[in-house]
């Protein structure tokens, strides 16, 4: 694998000479102001192209589309529109009765006019109804009644249909008051709330991440540096996922996503970069060896970690859901950006500072005379001491607590988003609640049953039949006959989604037919999508979990480390699927958090949010490991390399963590409950993880390990030495070192023999 740098930091106290500047370093510093100059050029090219993005973005995506569920919806809304309502006008006649002449007047005029509207199609109403479809229509007080209509085209073109005929059709018509619901409307409001969140996220994110950043550095001039890093990287992904919205469909959701990590991820990058920089310069280095060892150290290891990163997004694309699809769009998109802009950007902007990258220490103004700062790292330091010291207690003890944090998930129940997705206020939420607790059935929640195949009225009725004796059905209704089409409603009891009407989609598709049938409905999609992601998670954890040991193999050359790596990561996501559960799903802190739980969690986000949580816990996984192997590499001393690596990052992984923690909370302000669970509970997992699991369980483990923990087989000690991410310099050295253990009959001897390997910082 190619080097970032060969470069490493003179010592001219020894009377060496300066090595030479490696190449990377001579690309990203030889022309530092037409480097900067040509990243604001394209920044500003990519806020011309990201403009609008959000409009472009779908509200949908949840459903297979190769499913059964999926093609049935296609042919009824192709074949008979009217089946396939999607806007709701909920008529509200007050004190009087719905059948009043006055209201059945307003009513039909107000049917009238919508059927003439471009755009919409198959509208009905309470007062069109045939007696046996209109009990359906109608309240169970007799005071509100339903029209229903279809609004034709894409997720966009339904949007700019709604805003046009939505003012003419909401509020007071002289007996009745009318409020917007449906499908159509719930989305339309969601992604308009989801737009409006963002913004308002993003304005209490990066005032206090720039807060925090100056607490970290000290230096407003360092804190600004990551800052515009994260900036750079978001406004390159929205014109991505711009270009991305001609050729695909993409989830409105990624815009979070792109938000969070953008800011998160360029933060961490910039963050060990700006730091190990700066540490550099404290030795005594000038600025442009010091970024010639900081991009060999610290920049190989963002690099790397941007890559760990990638993968377990990456894995989302096993889905054939566009809403996961969207996350790995939106989270490649960002990681790359944020590395890249992390390894030729800032190098460039911290040749031209030099010192004064340290520049406007704000700290001075809280300090008391001169007193001496403590050491840096002393408390991590004796964190790991102490650890070490009870390794066993803190392993058992740790492990105990992350699976007792996680243990609410074994009771997860699986749903699908729905208007309770949305604040209780919102008009669409308020109408589907009326719908819920005043109609008869569920209005617009059945399944239907597509039948395809002439056949004669004989046979469907048979079907009809045997449709109805089903147990878990309350009525059956049809056929509707169009050519060699016919389709049927099947009214299921209970709610529209829960277990008794999951298994009438199974019961419905296993009926014998003269006929070919496929069932569609709110509760076939979930079906349908549950089997959709339990046939690929394997593949996608199996993908994850050995591109993630193959990555850390070759970081660290060990085959127990990346074992380690993939165990703890996964352990630390407990919490969070145990906090999902028993917030999101069983409604505790509902009212503090401000949203309404429906009593099951979206089938599609755990996928997600253990495929971005997994990604972050590896993120801050190698900053540790990247510097325990590099102490390790120069002594040879394990239990000095594990402590000296978290004294040296125990802080900044910390320091990261409640950075990214604060972006996720901020995402998770949310009024939208998709997006609030995530931004919650990832905040809560990379928070565990800092906190509990990198600062805890590793060294802990690793102290139980010993030197075991760093042991491979020869032929992986060569496979190591021949591509491994090991520094420029030492790799003939490792290579021959490898060689010549082997040749012995012995493992290779204790890195501290390599007379080339850095020194540890």
């Not at 409905?521 to 394997?538: C, M, Q, S």
Request: glycine content about 10%; charged content about 15%.
């Amino acid at each position: 694998m190619t080097d970032i740098d060969t470069a490493s930091r003179p010592r001219e106290e020894s009377g060496q000479a300066p090595p030479p500047i490696g190449r990377w370093t001579r690309f990203v510093t030889a022309r530092p102001r037409l480097s900067l100059l040509v990243a604001l050029v394209l920044t500003a090219l990519a806020v011309v192209a990201g403009s609008g993005v959000a409009d472009r973005l779908g509200s949908g995506g949840w459903e297979d589309p190769a499913a059964e569920s999926t093609y049935a919806t296609k042919a009824l809304e192709r074949e008979f529109p009217d089946s396939q309502p999607n806007l709701l006008l909920l008529v509200d006649a007050g004190r009087a009765s719905v059948d009043d002449p006055a209201v059945a007047a307003e009513a039909r005029t107000l049917a009238a006019r919508l059927a003439a509207e471009p755009g919409v199609t198959g509208v009905g109403s309470y007062w069109q109804a045939a007696p046996s479809a209109a009990a359906a229509l109608r309240a169970k007080d007799g005071h509100e009644a339903l029209i229903a209509a279809r609004v034709t085209g894409d997720d966009s073109a339904m949007g700019r249909t709604l805003d046009r005929i939505a003012p003419h059709y909401r509020g007071t018509h002289g007996a009745v008051q009318v409020r917007l619901g449906g499908m159509v409307a719930v989305r339309h409001e969601m992604q308009t709330i989801i737009k409006e969140d963002l913004t308002r996220a993003e304005l209490i994110a990066l005032p206090i991440t720039l807060v925090l950043l100056v607490m970290v550095f000290g230096s407003a001039v360092a804190a600004l540096l990551p800052l515009g890093i994260g900036i750079v990287a978001i406004l390159g992904t929205n014109a991505v996922l711009r270009g991305l919205t001609s050729v695909t469909d993409v989830s409105v959701f990624a815009l979070n996503l792109t938000t969070a990590l953008g800011l998160g991820l360029a933060i961490d990058y910039a963050l060990f970069i700006v730091r190990r920089y700066r540490e550099e310069l404290s030795t005594g280095a000038a600025p442009l060896a010091a970024v010639g060892t900081t991009l060999r150290t610290a920049g190989r290891t963002v690099l790397f970690s941007a890559l760990t990163v990638a993968v377990s997004l990456a894995a989302m694309m096993v889905f054939p859901q566009y809403f996961l699809r969207s996350f790995a769009y939106a989270g490649i998109a960002v990681v790359l950006l944020a590395a890249a802009a992390a390894l030729i950007l800032l190098p460039a902007a911290l040749v031209l500072l030099g010192h004064r990258v340290n520049s406007l220490d704000l700290r001075r103004l809280f300090r008391r005379g001169r007193e001496p700062e403590p050491a840096a790292g002393t408390a991590w330091a004796r964190t790991a001491g102490l650890v070490m010291r009870r390794a066993p207690l803190f392993a058992l003890g740790t492990t105990a607590l992350l699976v007792l944090l996680g243990l609410p998930f074994l009771g997860v129940r699986f749903g699908t988003a729905d208007d309770r997705q949305l604040p209780a206020s919102a008009e669409s939420h308020v109408v589907q609640q009326h719908l819920r607790e005043g109609f008869p059935g569920t209005p617009g929640g059945g399944l239907e049953v597509l039948a395809e195949g002439r056949a004669t009225a004989a046979q469907y009725a048979a079907f009809k039949q045997r449709a109805a004796a089903l147990p878990e059905v309350v009525r059956v209704d049809g056929p509707l006959v169009k050519g060699g089409a016919a389709y049927f409603t099947v009214q299921p009891r209970g709610e529209s989604v829960d277990d008794s009407a999951q298994r009438l989609v199974g019961d419905l598709r296993a009926l014998p037919a003269p006929f070919d049938t496929k069932v569609t409905g709110t509760a076939a999609v979930l079906v349908d999508t549950k089997d959709a992601i339990a046939e690929r998670l394997p593949w996608a954890a199996v993908f994850i979990a050995v591109v993630t040991l193959l990555l850390v193999f070759l970081l660290t050359g060990s085959v127990l480390i990346p074992l380690q790596a993939v165990v703890l990561n996964a352990l630390s996501l407990t919490a969070m699927f145990g906090a999902v559960v028993w917030v999101f799903q069983d409604g505790h802190l509902s009212g503090a958090l401000g949203f309404t739980s429906s009593g099951s969690i979206e089938t599609t986000l755990p996928v997600l949010m253990f495929c971005v949580a997994f990604g972050l816990s590896m993120d801050y996984g190698v900053f540790l490991l990247s510097r325990i192997k590099e102490e390790y590499d120069r002594t040879g001393d394990h239990n000095e390399a594990v402590r000296h690596g978290l004294q040296r990052t125990g802080g900044l992984i910390t320091a990261a963590a409640v950075i990214l923690a604060v972006v996720m909370v901020a995402i998770g302000t949310s009024r939208v409950t998709n997006t609030k669970m995530l931004g919650l509970g990832i905040a809560l997992a990379v928070l565990m993880d800092a906190m509990v699991v990198r600062s805890l369980l590793v060294p802990a483990i690793m102290r139980l390990t010993g030197r075991a923990t760093w042991w491979a087989p020869a032929p992986l000690r060569r496979f190591h030495a021949r591509f491994g991410m090991s520094e420029g310099e030492e790799r003939g050295t490792t290579a021959r070192t490898a060689a010549e253990g082997e040749a012995a009959g012995r493992d290779a001897p204790a890195p501290a023999a390599r007379a080339g390997a850095s020194r540890g910082a």
